[in-house]
């Protein structure tokens, strides 16, 4: 499999949602998910944050299990890359691109099985949060972590640019 053995276009179960900020002279406030918008099964058991510096990337990866809330509201924007590794989804090979962030502020609900990675394409420092429905290791940090990781390989279809 190499990088264009994929076809661009949305991918089955993937939700973005647009998010809209409110704004006021405090500053703003913005929803990123409601329990009462969400099926059960994919609720979020945790939550992290993490900086990335401009023009890093992480990922990509995917998830055997593990369905995740990725919120992009700034500072910076990010390119966010999406590949259906699904064989049984009728949208099996298909990649998304999106710009997220600051410019275009989104949740990305992503599925287990599909491939993610995403790289800050701003000028300065960029935060992402995420709120995944299973605990990171699971409970007590006990368990193998569920990704299949890869960036790590150099022979990978999965490229984010």
Not at 111 to 118: D, E, R
């Amino acid at each position: 499999m190499t990088e264009k053995s994929f076809e661009d276009g949305p991918i089955d179960d993937v939700q973005v949602r647009t998010l809209r900020p409110i704004e006021d002279e405090r500053g703003w406030l913005c929803e990123l998910y409601r329990r009462d918008e969400v099926d059960e099964s994919v609720l979020p058991a945790m939550s992290y944050a993490s900086m990335t510096r401009p023009n890093v990337a992480r990922g990509p990866h995917e998830h055997r299990d593990q369905t995740d809330w990725i919120c992009f509201v700034g500072p910076s924007d990010f390119l966010l890359l999406l590949w259906d590794n699904r064989p049984w989804s009728a949208t099996y090979r298909r990649r998304m691109r999106l710009v997220v962030g600051e410019s275009n502020p989104a949740m990305v609900m992503i599925p287990p099985g599909v491939v993610h990675g995403y790289r800050n394409v701003g000028s300065r420092d960029g935060m992402v949060m995420n709120f995944p429905n299973r605990l990171y290791r699971g409970q007590g940090r006990t368990q193998a972590v569920d990704e299949i990781r890869h960036e790590l390989d150099e022979n990978t279809a999965y490229i984010i640019r």
